[in-house]
């Protein structure tokens, strides 16, 4: 019995820690992106370039910071 409360216990716990992880990461992606896009419409771009560009980007940081790759 002691040991299925113990799983239970274990269990729960990396259920919490998944479900905070994406929070975080989606804060660091969605920072990244609003700075990115203010920027690149400061300089002139219009509003969908500046979407697909930031997107792209924040997302190539975000799999390089996970992944510990370079992209190109």
């Avoid at 799999?63 to 190109?72: A, N, Q, R, W």
Wanted: proline share 3%; glycine share 6%; net charge negative.
């Amino acid at each position: 019995m002691a040991n299925k409360v113990a799983a239970l216990l274990v269990l729960c716990l990396v259920l919490v820690a998944a479900v905070e992880l994406p929070k975080a990461a989606a804060d660091e992606f969605g920072s990244c992106f609003n700075a990115c896009e203010q920027q690149c419409k400061a300089g002139g771009q219009g509003q969908t370039f500046c979407e697909m560009k930031c997107d792209t980007d924040c997302f190539d940081k975000e799999i390089e910071g996970k992944l510990h790759i370079k992209f190109p």
